[in-house]
């Protein structure tokens, strides 16, 4: 049977969210309580079985798109527990006026695809994660310099053309970002944005996260020279000067050229989450 939670169910849930995020990267029960729309648990005999959420937002296609969580305990599997999940979402959600449903799945630790197309979703993009453990590099010579407000007009063209081939492969609207988009995303933490400029114009940029290597772009005119290459070195550099022995860096699926020079540099794989989506607008 298919029930709302309830706060007698946190000790069961709470154990459940345990195993499960093993797997997947859940919140924690009252997390879920206090930003879900749905909150949902399987329940037979009292025994908790499995569980489910969704949390909604307006995405930057301007839909509004539903998240989903579902997780059934391993022993209870392939008895259509998921799938009555996934249905009872999906009635809730439309009276919702959601447009979409999504579901990100750590597609390393398991392959869920047969469910996903079962229950109607289909892949919608994929973002394999790969790591760096190794020394630094003496050859960078360039200077990468810290952003600048002054720089926004060319940082924002930079990133128009250097994601605009991946969004429309992926179908990630909009396909030309916006000023506000690049604000929010981009340059969130502007202080950790560098770039590699000729005369006020940008040719490369990056920005260095915690551990992480973030927003990799060379500009159109600069591509095929060598500055992309330069760039993820400069950041590698600054990430082991601050004294991180692994260094991670994601990419969306079909950007060839972003995939080849990560692997020549060292980087090997990690995790590849696919996000599954399924639009029920109109309906």
Request: glycine letters at 6%; one cysteine or more; aromatic letters at 12%.
């Amino acid at each position: 049977m298919i029930r709302s939670y309830q706060d007698d169910d946190f000790k069961q849930v709470t154990q459940l969210i345990n195993r499960a995020r093993s797997y997947y990267k859940m919140l924690v029960s009252n997390e879920i309580k206090e930003n879900s729309v749905e909150f949902i648990v399987y329940v037979e005999q009292e025994v908790i079985l499995g569980i489910a959420y969704a949390t909604s937002l307006i995405n930057d296609a301007k839909e509004s798109e539903a998240q989903i969580k579902v997780f059934v305990d391993n022993p209870y599997r392939l008895r259509g527990i998921g799938k009555s999940f996934v249905r009872y979402l999906e009635k809730e959600l439309s009276k919702r006026n959601a447009d979409i449903i999504t579901s990100c799945i750590r597609v390393d630790l398991e392959n869920t695809s047969k469910f996903c197309h079962k229950v109607g979703f289909e892949k919608w993009w994929g973002s394999p994660e790969l790591f760096y453990v190794g020394t630094g590099f003496s050859e960078v010579m360039e200077n990468f310099v810290r952003y600048e407000d002054k720089y926004f007009d060319s940082y924002l063209k930079v990133v128009q053309e250097s994601f605009y081939d991946v969004h429309v492969i992926n179908d990630i609207k909009p396909y030309l970002v916006t000023e506000e988009i690049v604000k929010r995303y981009k340059l969130n933490y502007k202080e950790n944005v560098y770039l590699l400029l000729k005369e006020d114009e940008i040719l490369a940029s990056v920005t260095i996260g915690r551990g992480t290597v973030e927003n990799l772009m060379v500009s159109k005119i600069a591509q095929g020279k060598g500055y992309g290459k330069k760039a993820l070195q400069f950041a590698i550099n600054m990430l082991l000067s601050q004294g991180y022995k692994e260094i991670r860096i994601c990419y969306m699926e079909g950007n060839d050229s972003a995939e080849n020079l990560y692997l020549s540099l060292g980087f090997k794989p990690l995790h590849n989450t696919h996000v599954y989506r399924k639009i029920i607008r109109n309906r």
